[in-house]
């Protein structure tokens, strides 16, 4: 909270010292009428063996604002924290990618899904098993803009189920500033199916969201073939610094470039 610039406990004093002033004066005839006038508001509250400074009625009459300002800035900075702490809870699970680094014969996955005409950005996308000991459990992929990547899926066939995000007033990079209500998307049936056949990197497809015209709230995701496998490898590389998959990332991109 900011402090209050006036001394209180000053100012609960001043006004019996300036009113005994002002009554000796009434009663000898001397000063304005009345007794009270800027002179004797500075001589009772100046310090001893300093003398005091001229000061105007305007100047008196502001410091009644001083305690309006200071609750003015402290109902602001209350705002500005409740905004901040609104656009921390709204990047929980942003970016995240759900790594393991201790498995092995698992693979990194990644894709790509255009949000341009979602109600927000893509901030987590759900797939399911669809075979094996694990079929019908969920996995989570992580993402960062459009891409999304999974750095340690098991070998196996998977279906993308549900685009996850949070509609909010604006973005600031990836910080929702006065989040709404999040929401989740489901993929068609037959969209967004893949296998991972072993351990390795693989591309799942891009995809792309699109408003149905003539429907309210109508949508659809369709396969799309941009942008490409090759086109992505440079954005899953920077997300990847540092990972195990660092160096095969970037073998990748090398054998492209040829």
């Known amino acids: 909270m900011l402090e209050d610039p006036l001394d209180h406990e000053a100012l609960s004093v001043a006004p019996r010292r300036v009113r005994a002033a002002g009554e000796q004066d009434a009663e000898q005839g001397g000063g304005e009428s009345g007794g009270l006038h800027a002179g004797s508001i500075a001589a009772a509250s100046a310090p001893a063996g300093k003398a005091p400074e001229k000061i105007g009625k305007k100047t008196v009459a ?63 996308l759900r797939a399911r098993r669809l075979d094996g000991e694990a079929k019908g459990e969920d996995v989570y992929f992580g993402t960062r803009g ?20 949070v509609p909010a007033l604006f973005y600031l990079g990836s910080l929702a500033v006065w989040p709404g209500q999040p929401y989740a998307l489901a993929l068609p049936p037959k969209v967004g199916v893949f296998e991972v056949k072993g351990p390795g990197v693989f591309y799942a497809g891009s995809y792309e969201y699109r408003r149905t015209p003539g429907f309210i709230d109508a949508f659809t995701v369709l396969r799309s073939t941009s942008p490409g496998e090759r086109q992505l490898l440079p954005a899953l590389s920077r997300v990847l610094v540092e990972s195990r998959w660092e160096k095969p990332v970037a073998e990748m991109i090398t054998a492209a470039a040829h």
């Open 62 to 124: 502001s410091n009644s604002l001083f305690p309006r300002v200071a609750a003015v800035r402290s109902a602001f900075a209350l705002a500005v924290a409740a905004a901040l702490c609104s656009c921390a809870l709204a990047r929980t699970g942003y970016w995240h990618s759900y790594a393991d680094e201790k498995k092995d014969g698992v693979a990194l996955v990644f894709g790509y899904v255009d949000m341009k005409q979602a109600p927000s950005p893509l901030q987590r």
């Open 146 to 165: 459009g891409l999304f990547f999974h750095e340690d899926l098991p070998p196996g066939r998977y279906k993308l189920e549900s685009l996850e995000g």
